[in-house]
Antibody, heavy 121, light 107 residues
Framework: QVQLVQSGAEVKKPGASVKVSCKASGYSFTSYDINWVRQATGQGLEWMGWMNPNSGNTGYAQKFQGRVTMTRNTSITTAYMELSGLGSEDTAVYYC??????????????WGQGTLVTVSS | DIQMTQSPSSLSASVGGRVTITCRASQSISSHLNWYQQKAGRAPKLLIYAASSLQSGVPSRFSGSGSGTDFTLTISSLQPEDLATYYCQQSHSTPWTFGQGTKVEIK
């Protein structure tokens, strides 16, 4: 079945960077975008950006421009999201989600299980 | 950026009851609207895409409608397993944005 499995929880100090992985299986990895969405505790969903695993092209939300980098390793069907300059406000669960397109319509399905990133001194 | 506003922010309904959640976009998004269900401690799950298309495997008691700026998610007969927070999301233009969520509780 189509599945995204993310790396485990991380604890980082302020100013550090974190790199979260998202292992895809059950479908052609290079045929679908990977999106990253985060959710602070008790809060809503915030889209961070997308990556095309075939071309490596990316698009980031302006809020994260200059701090986020999305990459992939096609040989192991894994996508990565690296966020630098961490602050306490970056404490959140980070999700990867496959982006499906049909014409100009698109949606996220499925989602990874989430990775908790805690930023604390 | 397109702002998505959901109402209500929370609701309580009886098992078997009808639940309606609305989502309004700050500008027209045609039918570029998706609905997700998120249960406590779990990842979001796609329910409805393109405003009214039911995702495979989702019970038929869930339905979506609307176009332009106003959209609705309806649960025709609420079940105990529908306890969750529901989010709308626009896919008209980046940055993709979500509503703030509607928490559904069982009375």
């Amino acid at each position: 079945q189509v599945q995204l499995v993310q790396s485990g929880a991380e604890v980082k100090k302020p100013g550090a960077s974190v790199k979260v992985s998202c292992k895809a299986s059950g479908y052609s990895f290079t045929s679908y975008d990977i999106n990253w969405v985060r959710q602070a505790t008790g809060q809503g969903l915030e889209w961070m950006g997308w990556m095309n695993p075939n071309s490596g092209n990316t698009g980031y939300a302006q809020k994260f421009q200059g701090r986020v980098t999305m990459t992939r390793n096609t040989s192991i069907t894994t996508a990565y999201m690296e966020l630098s300059g961490l602050g306490s406000e970056d404490t959140a669960v980070y999700y990867c989600a496959r982006g499906e397109w049909r014409g100009r319509l698109n949606w996220f399905d499925p989602w990874g299980q989430g990775t908790l990133v805690t930023v604390s001194s | 950026d397109i702002q998505m506003t959901q109402s209500p922010s929370s609701l309580s309904a009886s098992v078997g009851g009808r639940v309606t959640i609305t989502c309004r976009a700050s500008q027209s998004i045609s039918s570029h609207l998706n609905w997700y269900q998120q249960k406590a401690g779990r990842a979001p799950k796609l329910l409805i895409y393109a405003a009214s298309s039911l995702q495979s495997g989702v019970p038929s008691r869930f339905s979506g409608s609307g176009s332009g700026t106003d959209f609705t998610l309806t649960i025709s007969s609420l079940q105990p397993e529908d306890l969750a927070t529901y989010y709308c999301q626009q896919s008209h233009s980046t940055p993709w944005t979500f509503g703030q969520g509607t928490k559904v509780e069982i009375k």
